[in-house]
């Protein structure tokens, strides 16, 4: 993984962007297609600039106070089948698989993620 620095400002695909938390919490697709956050307080989630037929990969984690609402854009619609929740618990981990359609809307799915010491479990 590639971490994105003033040397190297146009990061490989493979490349996840740390984005620092705010309110509203726009995520610009042409620096990245994944994003990581640590969600400090309530705020409602944005992709900026995004391209029909991309994919996007959002981590979001809930701080160790939780409780937060994150409320997602005006272009996040239909969810797939199965979609969790975001998770909004004391250090929820969650992941939001995105793809744009035609319609300039993104389609998404939540996979709430359970971290323990040695092992990794999702949960649909």
Request: glycine share 0%; hydrophobic share 35%; aromatic share 8%.
């Given at each position: 993984?590639?971490?994105?620095?003033?040397?190297?400002?146009?990061?490989?695909?493979?490349?996840?962007?740390?984005?620092?938390?705010?309110?509203?919490?726009?995520?610009d697709a042409n620096t990245s297609n994944a994003f990581y956050c640590e969600i400090t307080g309530n705020t409602t989630l944005n992709i900026l600039n995004t391209r029909i037929g991309a994919t996007y990969l959002i981590q979001l984690d809930m701080d160790s106070s939780g409780g937060h609402t994150v409320t997602l854009g005006?272009?996040?619609r239909g969810t797939i089948l199965g979609s969790s929740a975001i998770d909004t618990t004391a250090n929820g981990v969650n992941l939001i698989s995105i793809v744009r359609g035609r319609g300039g809307y993104l389609t998404y799915n939540i996979t709430n993620v359970t971290v323990?010491?040695?092992?990794?479990?999702t949960t649909t």
């Open positions: 993984m590639q971490i994105n620095t003033p040397d190297n400002p146009n990061p490989a695909p493979d490349y996840m962007e740390v984005v620092v938390f705010s309110d509203p919490l726009n995520l005006s272009l996040f323990t010491a040695t092992t990794t479990t």
